[in-house]
């Protein structure tokens, strides 16, 4: 997975996590697979975090526990076996295991209470329905009895989307709802239940020509960090971005039509290409989190998979402001969007380069003579994706620009170098925490004209925090502004301290102005803040959908979505409930 | 306006209609403009129509009455007091003419209703807000005291959106909410007043570096056929699109954020260039047409201004098969969208190549020798908009996409034709129906698969109908498939037998599976087809918004969008009420 340390390597824990234990579930992604941060990030880290190798020799707080607790099943017997009847028994779960397992996301405070072994706000049973039969069965029971309803996709949700706050019943998606319901190659569409895999869809419609039958293989455009471990209903019901988004569009631009189970019937949009026929029930459907029903059937939009069309490029600029004008102008340009655009503000820079292993080398002193400096240079990288002439003129015309604000041409190996962690920089995460050091993520979208407000706005607040790493980039880039993506990572394993530094984070980003997600969603953890962001009327919007959709408040409840939050519980915390 | 006749020319009514008249508020545009047939158009109809010039010698029903009829205004001098100490009594109106003139849009069935002198469902007060703080007190107040609230833009609603069906009071945004908020070009936004002319915002755009100081100039990329006597209110609350929207978008892809003055206060969306933060509050109020509050402004995408760039292009298929074809490849070929995308029929064709003077010539004879035969031929234009590498390679592709399907290249000659009359045709309409010549249009939204059921049925009905002229293109064209628009040209003059006519055709664009509007909206004339296309669980979803937003049911209250229509009146038709 990496070169070998020429000094002291951490014990990082590298084995495949136990059967039947509290890490098993918190990992990320595949059991027996690792990546750990190579030197230079080592040594890097022992300097920020005043660590020494001592303190990398024992990783702490493991979860090698087995899965074991006492918490009761709050349904009766005749309601479980209601359950069993409609999805069969062996699709009926009540074992501990099986019902932590489905409880949280990769949420950070996930993880620190797995590996606490803290143990709350877990589904009574958990449910493998078959197909949208089952789950319209489901739905209209737990409505008339008025039994919390989770949905479990992939589980990839940083929000605390999927955590059964109220109990109740969650399905797992993952394990029979996740078919090809239809290909369309007329139209350019595929219709999917709403657990199929990131890979998996990929994996047919790469194949398209041999599974179908078609002319042509095609892709789904949409590949978000989490995409080994997600599932299109994730991916539609949080409104999520794909690294290669400023191409393709965010979820809501690729989806087509959708069919959800809600606890007043079924909710299917329209597929047609655009519309003027009132409000778009797709886009209130999109973003509701599961609170207004279940997702069952999205029809997506898809691409022709011409991956030898891909240009990759990477420039490094002199300074933060520089990229963030090369950026935006080559947004402005109107000679198409890349499909990966990434730019990393110093930090991240200095730290993307160690991790591609550019510092120290030859190209680090050219870069340094020709001016531009460590902790002021900044990476660009990305490629283009569509027709070949439209790559082509694309590429040129970005180079263009990039030269006019002073940029040296990099190549496109960094940009190699990004796609080959682009999927597997997660597994750090778990590795690095087991020597309690804490990596999280925070995302907004916001103007170009308040982006440096922002930028610099929350940066403040997350390095007002001694030895704590805040790398920013900018990702999924419009002509009217961008996502900014703050990676924090510091020495923190207290929940008490992680949870105040967060609530400092979303503060900021509030008050610098960015919308409070552009694409991770608001789940519950995000949504004391929604108001703040929407305003009381909107809000008063989404409650007003709710209400009809969701007379009960059986789905996702608990305060997704800010739906169900008591008004003197602005920042509630579940876990001191 | 046009070439002499060499024969017979009918008395076309050039003269602008006299003040005061009936005539003066259903003519289109220009009072001194005005567009008459060509020779060989006027020989067409006269065959089509059994009609001889002795038809077209007395023009009739020209509304040429002083406006003038007897209808109550139902409120108390009170209310009328209030009113006036709201927006000052130089902006209030009660006379005849002031109501009748905002009481319609130019529907059909308006200008039929009009040139008959049936006054109808008009408006008791008309009111001329100056700013949002006037609209803020007019809609307090009428809510307080149930006074139903129209908003009059440019008032060329085609479904009738305008229409004071419970008369009450209607605004005209057109004479002092028309400015701009501010212009933004690090953004590359603008932010106007909801009654900003189309014609207005393009020159403020073009003139941007004069006006504001701006570096470049640009445009606002939305130019519907109405463009000259719409506003930016109508286009976002109807969901328009612009003839060049495949290249720009619908107005709902173009519009950042919006404010709204509604019953419960204020909805203000938020200016993000994206976001994940619950349903899409902008596409819950794009699209509610009036019916949840009055628009305020409208921050909009702005582009650069590039006419040096665009390319034009046209080409003559053998069959409306290949054409289809050639289009669907185009949009899927991911090269770009071209900007102006029309591909019309045979029919259509037909008529157009009458139009521009083709008939006839060695043009003609030589597509015919070439086996591009006369109503099987199929004629695409349009033009390209971007950045010059952009369009260049998109013409390119287009070309080679052409020339696969047996397309004859025909210069941007066709184009330029079209161009001279993009927004001069609605001028014919009036001055057809002079003599009892109906030109009407209907659209709806189609996928590729199901496009050519959609054709041939719609068509099959218009068709079933002797003498009657259905012309249809593409337009507004997406991968997934493409806006159908119906334009039919009849002997027709009776108020029942054209609705008789209009239902069929709307009972076929829904029998067949296209949507019931891709860019006109819905209004009261189409609302009655709204639940048979999304459902009965989807309409209540609009109606629970409805709830919200207006309680009292007091913002465009009489069937806008099948909000309050009983259900046993699904085709009720308020004249006969």
Redesign the interface.
């Known amino acids: 997975m990496s070169k070998k340390y020429k000094g002291f390597e951490p014990k990082w824990v590298k084995e495949p996590p136990p059967p039947g234990t509290y890490r098993s579930i918190f990992k990320w992604g595949d059991p027996n697979e690792y990546k750990i941060p190579n030197e230079r990030l080592y040594k890097m880290m022992k300097e920020k975090f005043n660590m020494t190798d001592d303190d990398f020799k024992q990783p702490k707080k493991l979860g090698l526990e087995k899965v074991s607790f006492n918490k009761p099943i709050n349904l009766t017997q005749e309601q479980i076996n209601t359950f069993k009847n409609i999805v069969g028994p062996e699709n009926v779960k009540t074992d501990d295991y099986s019902r932590l397992q489905v409880a949280y996301g990769k949420t950070m405070i996930d993880l620190m209470r797995l590996r606490e072994g803290i143990v709350e706000n877990i589904p009574d049973i958990v449910l493998y329905p078959r197909d949208k039969n089952d789950i319209q069965k489901i739905v209209e029971y737990c409505n008339q009895e008025k039994i919390p309803v989770y949905v479990y996709g992939g589980g990839s949700s940083v929000t605390r989307g999927v955590e059964c706050v109220k109990g109740g019943v969650s399905l797992d998606m993952r394990v029979h709802f996740n078919k090809v319901i239809e290909f ?1 190659e ?4 595929i219709t999917v239940e709403a657990g199929m895999s990131g890979p998996e869809l990929e994996r047919i419609l790469n194949n398209a020509p041999s599974i179908f039958g078609a002319k042509r293989a095609y892709t789904c455009g949409h590949f978000p960090q989490s995409f080994e471990y997600s599932v299109v209903g994730g991916w539609v019901v ?4 794909g690294q290669n988004s400023t191409y393709f569009g ?1 979820i ?1 631009d690729i989806v ?1 039509s959708q069919e959800y189970v ?1 606890p ?26 599961g609170a207004f029903g279940v997702l069952t059937h999205v029809t997506l ?1 898809i ?2 998979y ?1 991956p030898e069309n891909q240009r990759r490029f990477s420039y490094i600029f002199k300074t933060w402001e520089d990229a963030r004008n090369a950026a ?1 102008e080559i947004m ?5 969007y890349p499909s990966v655009f990434r730019l990393s503000d110093p930090e991240e820079t200095d730290v993307m380069l160690k991790l591609y292993g550019v510092e120290g080398t030859i190209l680090d002193k050219i870069m340094t003579l020709k001016g531009y400096k460590k902790m002021e240079r900044c990476l660009f990288l990305g490629f283009t ?3 070949k ?2 790559t ?3 590429k ?2 970005l180079h263009k620009v990039c030269k006019k604000y002073g940029a040296l041409y990099l190549t496109g190996y960094p940009t190699k170098e990004w796609e080959k962690g682009r999927f597997k920089d997660p597994y750090m995460r778990d590795i690095m925490q087991d020597f309690g050091i804490m990596t999280d993520t925070l995302e907004c ?5 308040n982006m440096e407000k922002v930028h610099e706005g929350v940066r403040k607040f997350c390095k007002s925090r001694p030895n704590t790493i805040c790398m920013t980039h900018m990702s ?1 880039v ?6 900014l993506y703050f990676i924090f990572i510091a020495k923190m394993d207290s929940i008490e301290e992680y949870l105040e530094y967060q609530y400092g984070i979303l503060d900021s980003i509030q008050k610098y102005g ?9 789940g519950k953890m995000i949504a004391p803040w ?1 108001e703040g ?3 009381r ?2 809000l ?3 409650k ?2 709710k ?3 969701d007379p009960n408040n059986i789905m996702n409840p608990g305060g997704t ?1 800010a739906l169900d939050l008591d008004d003197d519980k602005k920042r509630f915390n579940y876990l001191k409930d």
Request: glycine share 12%.
């Open positions: 369309n007329i139209n350019q569409t949080t409104r999520g971005a965010k809501e087509i809600t007043i019937g079924i909710i299917k949009s329209d597929e047609f290409p655009a519309a003027a026929t009132g409000p778009s029930i797709d886009q209130i459907m999109m973003g509701s989190e939009k691409f022709r011409m935006r402005q340009g109107q000679f198409g994706d569509g027709e002439g439209f082509k003129n694309l040129r015309k979208s916001v103007t170009w004209d999924h419009y002509p009217q502004g961008a996502n960015a919308s409070m997600s552009h694409h991770h969603g608001i929604l962001q929407i305003g009327n909107q008063e919007v989404f007003a959908l209400r009809y959709f979505l």
